[in-house]
């Protein structure tokens, strides 16, 4: 089958889903793999209403994740969005954008790493260092989930376990091991106690705009 039959198959069972009241979301990659996540049971919906509810989408034009940033008030300073999309570009960084509907509602980024480093040049202090050696029992290998956003309009609309349930297996199938994960934020925190994570606490990292703050830090074990 080829790549728009398999394509036109998945919105095809997606469309068949939504008719019978279930609730989905679907992420799409720069191929035309899509995968549906059912919820464990139907809501109402409006039958007139035939767009995705939610899409976790691999890459982003920069102009409009541009646009997006400004907006929030993010990566301000000069010079960072530009390093931002040089770091993207590298393949340094890796993007993945919530989209509603079409619209960019939100945003995670993640990366490589490992026990000692964020990136490769760019080393962790000692109490970073010694968190992460103890989930991981040595040095080792990992995924930093480096950034994760949601407008303020779209809170509370459960996105955020949304996300961890595509997240997961996503990082999952390419082969990683361990998930690291630096929250301060109190729903971001009781979202991964729920998930199992394990934690720790006391590193201090640069949040969203720029300010110092003292994070957990939590870590999932993936296989």
């Given amino acids: 089958m080829g790549n728009d039959e398999e394509q036109s198959l998945a919105i095809r069972i997606m469309q068949e889903l939504l008719m019978d009241g279930f609730e989905f979301c679907a992420v799409r990659t720069r191929v035309t793999e899509v995968m549906v996540y059912i919820s464990s049971s139907p809501i109402a ?3 007139r209403r035939s767009s995705l509810v939610l899409e976790f989408v691999e890459g982003c034009d920069f102009e409009e994740f541009r646009r997006y940033l400004t907006r929030l ?6 010079g960072e969005l530009e390093k931002l999309n040089r770091f993207l570009d590298d393949g340094l960084l890796n993007l993945i954008v919530f989209r509603e509907d079409g619209k960019l509602i939100g945003h995670a980024i993640w990366h490589e790493a490992t026990t000692d480093e964020h990136r490769k040049g760019d080393p962790r202090d000692q109490i970073d260092r010694n968190i992460l050696r103890g989930f991981l ?22 996105y955020g376990k949304r996300f ?34 394990k934690e720790a606490y006391g590193v201090e990292e640069a949040g969203p705009y720029g300010e110092k703050e003292t994070n957990y830090v939590f870590h999932l074990k993936l296989r």
Avoid at 73 to 78: F, K, L, N, R, S
Avoid at 173 to 192: D, N, T
């Fill in 45 to 47: 919906f409006d039958r």
């Fill in 73 to 78: 008030g993010q990566y301000a300073a000069p």
């Fill in 137 to 158: 029992g040595g040095k080792g290998d990992l995924v930093e989930l480096h950034e994760l956003w949601l407008t303020v309009e779209n809170r509370g609309k459960g």
């Fill in 164 to 197: 961890f349930d595509f997240f997961e297996p996503y990082i999952r199938r390419k082969g990683y091991e361990s998930l690291i994960y630096y929250a301060f934020h109190p729903v971001a925190i009781k979202l991964c106690r729920e998930r199992g994570y």
